[in-house]
């Protein structure tokens, strides 16, 4: 079946511009979680979901980073005035289970790059 | 605080065994993960425990003992197709978020 899908797979952007990346998780999966990879490094978690509800946002660096997911399905992370610190690969995982540590599948990243 | 230590490189022969250490030390405690990932692409699920000893799952093993916050990836008969990065991942036990170590590069040599 189908994995987890993100878009756009690249983004270029120029400082001060606000983007917004998409995640499209299993069907099914109540779980969604958004991370962010440097690289060389492993995931560090911004944001996570149960259904429709954003349970933790504990990760998100300051409050230019937004995330929502208003039908419980596919989740948009928004990041707005972006800065170059923001470059990053921004990584989606979705799991079928609540809360608990279920097995995360993820998705492909979208390399953000602001110039 | 958060702590997740692993070595940041290994190299092995193919057809040999390694060992693959982490150690944690986490507020949160809800299962110790470990993740594969190849150059480029996303991690993905290796093994999973939640209580003290040793799983294994074909050519890949996990031991855990949480007393000493301290887990192992155990890689048998390797093969080329081995190299990668090796990450281990705690899981919060409040909202089964991954905490991350920085990965470990395996690199597999004939």
């Known amino acids: 079946g189908a994995g987890v899908s993100q878009s756009p797979r690249y983004k270029v952007t120029k400082r001060g511009q606000d983007v917004a990346l998409r995640c499209d998780p299993i069907s099914g999966h109540v779980s969604l979680y958004w991370y962010r990879q440097a690289l060389g490094q492993g995931p560090e978690f911004l944001t996570y979901f149960n259904y429709e509800a954003q349970q933790d946002k504990s990760g998100l660096p300051n409050d230019r980073f937004s995330a929502e997911r208003p039908e419980g399905s596919i989740s948009t992370l928004t990041i707005q005035r972006t800065e170059q610190r923001d470059s990053a690969m921004y990584r989606c995982?979705?799991?079928?289970?609540?809360?608990?540590?279920?097995?995360?599948?993820f998705g492909p990243g979208t390399r953000l790059t602001v110039t | 605080g958060q702590n997740i230590d692993q070595p940041t490189e290994m190299t092995a022969t193919e057809g040999a065994i390694v060992q693959i250490n982490c150690t944690y030390q986490t507020s949160g405690f809800n299962g110790l993960f470990w993740y594969q990932q190849h150059a480029g692409e996303a991690p993905t699920f290796l093994s999973y425990?939640?209580?003290?000893g040793l799983e294994e799952k074909g050519r890949f093993s996990s031991f855990l003992s949480r007393s000493k916050g301290y887990s192992y990836l155990l890689l048998k008969e390797l093969q080329m197709k081995d190299s990668a990065s090796y990450l281990c991942?705690?899981?919060?036990?409040?909202?089964?978020?991954?905490?991350f170590g920085q990965g470990t590069t395996l690199q597999v040599k004939p």
């Open positions: 991942a705690v899981g919060s036990s409040n909202t089964g978020k991954l905490i």
């Open positions: 425990n939640v209580l003290d």
């Open positions: 995982a979705s799991s079928s289970g609540q809360g608990l540590p279920y097995e995360q599948y």
